[in-house]
């Protein structure tokens, strides 16, 4: 479970978070909306641990990883993240980018490798593990990412935009894996977009921020059956309210 108490950040004078208290059990996908400047990637990076709060309390599987003055390190925190401009890294093969993060001398240590190559198999991408990120397209650039963030078996998974540029066609795709790996992993994911179509077919549940806070939520029963229409005008209610 990833939870966090009343957290609050500020950047030179900017109110970014003033005051989010979120609980998201295991295996929930929650879906966080709202408009550009409220907050949402700035949560995020508290959570993976990018960024220190200046005062409130973050908890994963039920111990602190952040509070006033401590705070335990991201790769410690068991937390995937995949952001929008996927931070791939250009100089290493596919493979290698899914292995980096799982220890060092991944090369000869089948330990590393293995979880490697099946989270490449899970996003279809094993064919291609010898090559470079600019060899591959787009999509194929998203794929890699959902596996290195994958990879490690981490129970979390922070989601920033990911989709965002892709050709509809490849979104749905893509949306489509993440909804299997979810059922196979029961990764629990935190899933920031302005995409209301995203939102309703990943969502068991929706948060709205407005200004650094949580201002809204839909609950998965009011979601069910839920229109695109019917969520844009919750959107805008929210927003007005
Ligand atoms: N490193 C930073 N330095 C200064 N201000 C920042 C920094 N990061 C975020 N902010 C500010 O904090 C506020 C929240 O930013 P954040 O990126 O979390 O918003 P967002 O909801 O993710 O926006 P978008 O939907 O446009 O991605 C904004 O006013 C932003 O300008």
């Known amino acids: 479970m990833i939870e966090t108490r009343e957290l609050t950040k500020q950047f030179a004078g900017t109110v970014a978070l003033d005051g989010v208290t979120l609980n998201v059990p295991l295996g929930e996908t929650v879906v966080v909306l709202g408009p550009s400047g409220c907050g949402k990637t700035t949560l995020l990076r508290l959570i993976a641990g990018l960024e220190a709060p200046d005062s409130g309390e973050i908890r994963i599987n039920g111990a602190s990883v952040a509070s006033s003055g401590a705070s335990v390190d991201p790769r410690a925190r068991q937390v995937g993240m995949i952001f929008q401009d996927l931070a791939l890294w250009?100089?290493?093969?596919?493979?290698?980018?899914v292995c980096f993060g799982l220890g060092s001398g991944w090369r000869k240590r089948h330990s590393v490798v293995a979880p490697g190559l099946t989270a490449l198999r899970w996003v279809e991408l094993e064919r291609h593990k010898h090559?470079?990120?600019h060899q591959l397209s787009g999509g194929e650039r998203q794929r890699l990412a959902i596996a290195r963030a994958l990879a490690p078996g981490y129970p979390y998974l922070l989601m920033d935009e990911p989709f965002s540029s892709l050709d509809p066609l490849l979104k749905d795709e893509m949306i489509g894996l993440l909804r299997?790996?979810?059922?196979?992993?029961?990764?629990?994911?935190?899933?920031?977009?302005?995409?209301?179509?995203?939102?309703?077919?990943?969502?068991?549940?929706?948060l709205m921020m407005k200004h650094g806070r949580i201002v809204g939520e839909l609950v998965s029963a009011t979601l069910a059956g839920m229109s695109r229409e019917g969520l844009l005008e919750w959107y805008k209610g929210t927003l007005r309210s």
């Open 131 to 133: 090559r470079y990120p």
């Open 90 to 97: 250009p100089h290493m093969r596919v493979l290698e980018n």
């Open 180 to 206: 299997r790996l979810r059922e196979t992993l029961r990764t629990t994911i935190v899933y920031v977009t302005h995409d209301l179509d995203e939102a309703l077919t990943l969502a068991d549940r929706i």
